[in-house]
């Protein structure tokens, strides 16, 4: 019985470890894309100036 209740504590410690590995993915992901946005803001008007879209601009820099 130990063993089970051992199993399933290192199980719900890998969830939760998984959750906190998917949050600190989307919190660093949404701030890196803010300052590369941030920083090229000036070429993404040019862009936009031209006629380019915002999903074009994304296009381009996939």
């Known amino acids: 019985m130990m063993m089970a209740n ?8 890998f969830q939760v470890a998984g959750l906190l ?10 701030y890196a894309t803010s300052i590369f946005i941030r920083r090229r803001s000036q070429e993404i008007g040019l862009y936009q100036l031209i ?10 820099n996939i």
């Open 21 to 30: 590995l998917i949050f600190i993915s989307v919190v660093f992901s949404s």
């Open 51 to 60: 006629g380019l879209s915002k999903g074009g601009f994304a296009l381009i």
């Open 6 to 13: 051992a199993s399933v504590n290192f199980s719900a410690a």
